[in-house]
């Protein structure tokens, strides 16, 4: 088969030009030629002020609220467009927006360096060894899984009240003593970068655009989320409603999450199942589905508290709630997957390929999972843990509930 080969430049109407705080000298001759020619320029009001000189079409800033749909730009279509975006387009910028509308084909891209690489040669950090996340217009939890020891992060902030409340952050959960960077309008004349500490940060009149860095250090009691599944149980504030972390490993080692799945966990009591199936990978998705409206509310406090405030709960009782929702590519059923139709509901959800886990510690829910390995297969498990727990003066073993598990993957 031939190579394809790329589109003409006519075919490329859309350009989007990166652009940092030093406007229109950090422009290449491409990136000024794209702006002047173009009949239509869209980008922020800092944006377009930066280039004002340049544009000779006309000049549109984004909407308020910002319009996700683009629909402004794709009216253009066909005519000579260009948007501005903060540095590279398609680092938690506007281009990746633009791409879900915009064939490739049809788009010519010129990035400036990101506020991350700017960042990390201002601190001389390898950027490959630095965890990046965007808090902008984000809850600042997001930075929780990240909280290493030792770990170094750059954290694109929201506004100029960001640094300080992510320093407020560290210090309640342990991790004062880590180290702060602002670096506030980078490559711009107003460029500053202002060092300290946690637990005395006090800066004022912080520049709006910035990026944190932290160079973490904790403390003993520090909130440290482990990366291995199966965290302590103290970690999930439960009213006992809780899969314990031995039966959490092994069940997340069971369902085999793959980047960018979606979960469905029925029964989700306190969301510890979906909430370490998210904590794999900043793509995984799931919803818990809750009967119960105070343990629904209670893994929604679980979900932020450990940083994956997108996790979804629904709060109604399978099956019927579980009518509508997107195609899981795995399911977990913890509570309630006696009642009936809800194990006929899961299987038929899941598509060919995903994989259904089911726990079981009633004998009645045991005996429907014996039933439903029976008629489609797949594996059968018995789990069993034992605890040392003082007897007296000695200590003794004080076994937990058995769990049996049926672990499935649909032809």
Known sequence: ?????????????????????????????EAKRCIATAQVVFGGKRHLALVDGLVTGAAKPWPAPFDAGMRAVLAFSGR??????????????????????????????????????LAASRLGW??????????????????????????????LTSDGDGPAAVAKLLRELGFGLSRLTVLEALGGPSERLTTTIADTFDLKNINPLNVLAVEVESNFEARILPLAP??????????????????????????????????????????????????????????????NAERAARIARNAS?????????????????????????????????????????????????????????????????????????????????SRAVPVGTMQGWRPAMPVTQWSWTKP
């Open 1 to 29: 088969m031939p190579a394809e080969r790329e589109n003409s430049a006519a075919a490329r109407w859309l350009t989007i030009v990166g652009i940092g705080e030093d406007g229109v000298e950090g422009l290449g001759d």
């Open 80 to 117: 000579p467009v260009c948007v501005l975006a903060s540095g590279d387009p398609f680092c938690h910028g506007v281009g990746t927006t633009l791409a879900r509308h915009v064939p490739v084909a049809e788009m010519r891209v010129l990035p400036a360096p990101s506020a991350f690489s």
């Open 126 to 155: 390898a950027l490959p060894d630095v965890r990046t996340v965007s808090l902008h217009g984000k809850p600042i939890d997001l930075i929780r899984p990240l909280l290493h020891p030792k770990a170094h992060i750059l954290a």
């Open 230 to 291: 199966g965290m302590p149980d103290k970690l999930f504030e439960n009213d006992g409603q809780i899969t314990k972390r031995e039966i959490r490993a092994v069940t997340l080692s069971s369902l085999a999450p793959r980047r960018g799945e979606l979960l469905w966990d029925i029964g989700g009591g306190s969301g510890s199942i979906s909430i370490e199936w998210m904590l794999r990978d900043p793509s995984m998705r799931a919803i818990a589905i809750e009967t």
């Open 305 to 385: 508290a450990c940083g994956v405030s997108g996790l979804t709960v629904v709060e109604g009782r399978a099956p019927e709630a579980l009518a509508g929702l997107p195609t899981p590519d795995a399911i977990f059923v913890g509570g309630g997957g006696s009642e009936p139709g809800v194990m006929d509901a899961a299987i038929a959800a899941l598509p060919s390929g995903g994989r259904l886990v089911a726990n079981a510690v009633t004998l009645e829910m045991e005996a429907l999972l014996l039933a439903l390995q029976a008629r489609h297969g797949g594996e059968l498990i018995r789990l069993s843990v």
